[in-house]
């Protein structure tokens, strides 16, 4: 039986709903790997959209399905939102990322 090495998540820009205030653009991507992140964007990380996924990158990392963290309808496939809700209520808007998990192997 081999053991898995763990899991990478590429996290990938799905939809931009308004304005958003890093200028992320739907194809923009970085990859989390074990407790790192690694990015070739001149882009930064948005602290906010990164607290929206902090509680479920971990154990999607260590091999928890999506489908069970409640975040996708595949098991390597799951969603997350920035939390700013847009217009009206703020002047920015939400970030939808899709988290595609590969096996390092």
């Known amino acids: 039986m081999s053991l898995s090495r763990g899991y990478l998540v590429e996290v990938v ?3 931009v709903r308004g304005f958003c205030s890093i200028g992320y653009k739907p194809g923009d991507r970085f990859i989390i790997e074990k407790y790192y992140i690694r990015s070739n964007q001149e882009k930064p990380i948005c602290l906010h959209a990164l607290s929206s996924m902090l509680t479920l990158i971990t154990p999607f ?6 489908r069970d963290l409640g975040i996708g309808s595949e098991d390597n496939v799951g969603y997350v939102q920035c ?3 847009g217009k009206p209520y703020t002047c920015g808007g939400t970030v939808v990322f899709e ?3 590969t ?3």
């Open 103 to 105: 096996n390092l192997k």
């Open 61 to 66: 990392l260590k091999g928890v399905s999506a």
């Open 99 to 101: 988290l595609k998990r």
């Open 13 to 15: 820009v799905k939809e």
């Open 83 to 85: 939390p700013d809700p």
